[in-house]
């Protein structure tokens, strides 16, 4: 689960806090907007909300499904051109968002270990050869 919500599904301290602004502007229009509306009206409105975050729930769904798919069907090759628009020549050094981490290949995830392995190595026969880096 992410930060937002507990194992259990609940909001935690954070979700609280990222919704809150959400929640009382939400408030505050259906108080001022159905103040004078009978109980079926409130009842449309509600539906209509509803349907409101469904669709906007539902449209980042397909948006992360088609993005998936999109890196999915790159090759290796298409999909370093890709992340180098996106992150620069130094794409490996950044840090990927997930979904381009997940399909990020074995071997580029070894090249990084290895170019990571290496910059350690040559850290420490700095610190041997009796170099301070400040």
Same mark, same amino acid.
Request: net charge neutral; charged share 25%; glycine share 4%.
């Given at each position: #689960?992410? *930060?937002?919500? !507990?194992?259990?599904?609940?909001? @935690?301290?954070?979700?609280?806090?990222?919704?809150?602004?959400?929640q009382?502007s939400?408030?505050? !229009?259906?108080?001022?907007?159905?103040?004078? #509306?009978?109980?079926? /009206?409130?009842?449309?409105?509600?539906?209509?909300?509803?349907?409101m975050?469904?669709?906007?729930?539902?449209? @980042?769904l $397909?948006?992360?499904?088609?993005?998936k798919? *999109?890196l999915?069907? #790159?090759?290796?090759? $298409?999909?370093e051109?890709?992340l180098?628009? *996106?992150?620069? =020549?130094?794409? #490996?050094? $950044?840090?990927l /968002? $997930?979904?381009?981490? =997940?399909?990020?290949?074995?071997?580029q995830q =070894?090249?990084? /270990?290895?170019?990571?392995?290496?910059s350690?190595?040559?850290?420490?026969?700095?610190?041997?050869?009796?170099?301070?880096?400040?």
């Open positions: #689960m992410s *930060k937002l919500f !507990t194992e259990s599904g609940l909001l @935690t301290e954070a979700g609280r806090n990222t919704f809150q602004t959400v009382s939400l408030e505050g !229009t259906i108080a001022s907007v159905c103040k004078d #509306m009978s109980e079926g /009206e409130i009842l449309t409105v509600q539906a209509a909300l509803a349907k975050v469904a669709d906007t729930m539902s449209a @980042t $397909q948006a992360k499904r088609e993005l798919h *999109k999915d069907t #790159m090759t290796d090759i $298409q999909l051109i890709y180098k628009s *996106k992150y620069g =020549d130094n794409w #490996m050094f $950044q840090t /968002e $997930q979904v381009d981490l =997940d399909r990020c290949p074995k071997l =070894d090249k990084i /270990e290895n170019i990571l392995k290496e350690a190595k040559h850290i420490s026969q700095i610190h041997h050869n009796g170099v301070r880096l400040k």
